[in-house]
């Protein structure tokens, strides 16, 4: 026999060699005996896969490559940090530990105490009961005497507290170990739940037990209905009504509903949840007691060393933190010394507050309140150019019993005009209609200002009054009124943020009554002056009756009247002289709906218009002899015609997805004739009669549209272009001299080739243009193109229009600031604004939804040319800004930088709270802003 060869016979050791080998993983070994084993049998075809397979493990490179000698380094110190937390963690749970006996050695003094003091009830209960029963049997005559020897000691009934009596296995006081029993049941004092409560998700489903009853399962549990006490152990689990308890231990007392828990106790009532280590809780008056406790009261989670259920719904958190944040540990807390939850009203206030968000301390607050979504308390510090360092302040609030009537109590600080308070109040009700009131005073001047600089009212005591209301008395009538009054011309630009000053750059103070029916409307308006700096037009009053499109008898006929009565008085800014006329306008107009042709629609008009005027600008300052009448006359004629074809086409190139193709054009002419009034508007005040006109329209509006699935499956119209363009011709006349001309053409474009993109654009060009000139062919021209993608294919349609974003100052009440794109969606939008001999700009504006958590935006606008008057600016970066949004899970961090070279630098950190979207914590600072008189520039939105 060769040297190498095997016995037939050690084949199944072989086996078993190679089955070992592989659980070790030596495939070395594994190999060596599958090659003996063919070489006893070469033809043995599972010896020969496993010779393979062995083969290619042997010949692989290593799975885990030798860690370099830095790698390592790191590993045995991160081992080390962690045996290092690991012994802090160790010690921590032996304190935790030794306060936990500390607590248990007390909880069984008072055990103890306890079991004395039943015990004691009992034997004075036992004595009178039967001094009761002695004496009842020597009142009581009885008709029969047994037989026999009387009792000398009546028989105490059972316990009123026991419904079931224990089984034959529990241990008795001095007896043998308990053993291990059923449910046992104890009724109380019966208490039906309320019929609106909430079922504690754990017993849903399970039946209810009658009313008082309180069920305990166990491992072990002990029945002492003498010392009317119930104990079990091991997996125990106490039901009553709609509270469940699960525990290691347990001991109630039957009489008081008293239940005293350790070892990881869990206690579920509703939507409600507990959780401590050692608990003493009362059934019938929902308080209790919970060391080292965590409750769970959406939207708000409780953790801390001691938690008190004072009452039913309110907890106490000593010391300890909350949170609305599920996870554990919470990437957010408010934690304190004190805290008190009021889950029915979802009020929170904690004391001695500090914000922790991912265990980094963030901001400190001696106090903070939040109820009902919204806190009553803000305080927001920062800084701006015009005020220095400010802190805004105040308080929220609700008229108690309704939410009709709301609002906030300001008291503010700032570094240049010192402290200033004001007053927020709306309401909203069917009754009284809304409203809204807000008043403002500051004692102090600019004091960034000389005196000699401060306009008058500016000195001191400076205020704001304003009442808006909107009314409804009639079904068909409205209301409104409008007062607003300032104590100088800076306040508003001084002390109200600058989108309200640039977008309402004119408050003036009004009270109008509207009705509003199919036949008519009734308009009466009563505007008067509150503010000296301010020039307005005073109507005391201005009626206007306008009868709408009637149409005469069975004709084709329509009329249409309107009839307007004002006093009118016109009051120039800081002087004493004023204007005044009584005007009564009525204007007349019939038309005639004409079908020549059914696509056809033509309709003729002729209106007069008769105005009377109390006086002229030549009788100014003196009585008036003679009142004035003016009249004029128009008409016209409207024309337009549709028509439509469909083209059989149908197409995906380019991904246009075109089924069918339905071109609709749209010529329209219009022809207007305006003549001179009888009164030249030079002479008059107040004039209301239209400028001379005798002009024929030409317009044409062409559109491309076609059909694809609907959200329902179903075919729908889709508009894939639209344009329309018109130019008016002016014939010679009294309007115009120098005879007859073409007007600038106009022109709209609008186009939808894809559902991701979507252009629009508009132009004006002149008809004739003087070549002696360098004026463009162009008046001017805006086109904006939108771009949106990512998942869920959204429709550029439907996105919002570029605009520049106006960052926002401080105001009580939801930022807005919590919505996102969906993930994995963009925007994106170009824009460029031509404006012949004013203005050439370029913007650009996206945003993008990174991921789940991450967005990005940015806001860019470019000026090309800039020409005010006789200043002119070149290519400058107007304004820009840039936002980043992180979703924190329970809150939404947004930074914003933003620049705006009329305005200066300014940085936004907002932290909104998802639970309670109307709590930011904003810091806000700005910087590098023009001062105030570099605002009076010819480029400056603020004048």
Known sequence: MPPDAVPAADVPRLWQDVKGAIREGNYAACLAAADAILRVDPANPRAALHQTLCQQRVEAPPAFQPLP??????????????????????????????????????????????????????????????????????????????AGPAPTEPVPAAPPTVAAEAPAGVARPGGEPSVELGPVVVSGMPAEPPPSEVVSPSLAGRPRLPAGAVRINGRQMTSLPDRKLAVAEGDVEVVFENTLITCDRMTLFTDTHDVYAEGRVRLEEGAQVFRGEMVHYNLDTKKGRFLQGTVSAPPWHEHGRSVEHIAEGVYQVTPGYITSCEFEPPHFKFAGQRAIVFSGEKLARVRSAAVIVDQLPFLYLPFLTVADRQTPFFLIPGKRKPWGSYALGGYRYKVPGTDAHQGTVKLDWREHFGWGTGLDHQFDNQRMGKGLLKLYYNPDPNDTEPPSALPNG???????????????????????????????????????FREEFVDEDVAESFVSSVTNTEQYALTAVGRKRLNRFQSVTEELPRVTMDIRKTPIGQTRFFSETKFDAANLNSKTANSGEDTEAIRADWFEQVS???????????????????????????????????????????????????????????????????????????????????????????????????????????????????????????????????????????????????????????????LYPWSWLRVESDWTAPAH???????????????????????????????????????????????????????????????????????????LQWDWRLTEKWQVGAFNRYTWKEVVGGAKRFENLREYQYNLRRDLHDWV????????????????????????????????????????????????PVR
């Open 69 to 146: 000698r830095e790698r390592q380094a790191d590993l045995e110190t991160r081992l080390r940090e962690e045996e290092r937390a690991q012994r802090r963690h160790a010690a921590e749970q032996k304190r935790r530990e030794r306060q936990l006996r500390t607590e248990q050695a007390r909880w069984d003094a008072e055990l103890e105490a306890l079991a004395r003091q039943a015990e004691q009830d009992a034997k004075q209960q036992r004595a009178r009961a039967q001094a009761e029963a002695v004496r009842e049997a020597a009142t009581r005559q009885p008709a029969v005497v047994p």
């Open 458 to 496: 500016a000195e001191a005591d400076r205020y704001r009054i304003l009442w808006r209301h909107t009314w409804r008395p009639l079904t068909d009538t409205t209301v409104i009124t409008d007062l607003q009054e300032y104590s100088d011309v800076n306040f508003r630009k001084e002390f109200l």
């Open 592 to 750: 005639y709906a004409l079908g020549l042709l059914r696509p056809l629609e033509v309709t003729p008009r002729a209106g007069v218009r008769q105005t009377y005027y109390s006086k002229d600008k030549q009788t100014h300052g003196r009585e008036a002899d003679d009142a004035i009448l003016s009249g004029q006359f128009s008409g016209g004629v409207d024309t337009s015609l549709k028509l439509f074809r469909v083209f059989p086409l149908t197409t995906n190139v380019l991904g246009l997805n075109i089924n069918q193709l339905r071109h609709v054009l749209t010529p329209s002419v219009g022809y207007s004739y305006v003549h001179e009034p009888t009164v030249s508007n030079d002479l008059l005040n107040f004039a209301l009669a239209a400028s001379p006109l005798n002009q024929l329209s030409f317009g044409l509006e062409n559109k491309l549209q076609t059909k694809r699935p609907g959200p329902t499956g179903r075919p729908q119209t889709v508009e894939l272009a639209r344009l329309l363009a018109s130019v008016p011709y002016t014939f010679a006349g009294s309007g115009n001299k120098g005879g007859g001309e073409l007007g600038s053409w106009e022109f709209d474009l609008e």
């Open 769 to 843: 243009v003087d070549k002696r000139t360098t004026d463009s062919r162009f008046a001017d021209w805006n086109v904006d193109l939108v771009m949106v993608g990512g998942k869920d294919q959204p429709l550029a349609q439907s996105a919002p229009h570029i605009t520049s974003p106006a960052p926002v100052g401080f105001q009580p009440g939801p930022r807005g600031g919590l919505s996102f794109i969906p993930q994995g969606q963009w925007y994106a939008g170009l824009g460029h604004r031509y404006s012949r001999n004013d203005k050439t700009e370029s913007v």
């Open 893 to 940: 961090a947004e930074f914003v930088y933003r620049v705006d070279r009329e305005y200066g630098e300014e940085v936004f950190l907002t932290l909104t709270l998802k639970a309670y979207p109307e709590l930011p914590i904003e810091m806000e600072t700005s910087y590098h802003q023009p001062k105030q008189g570099s605002q009076s520039s010819p480029f400056s």
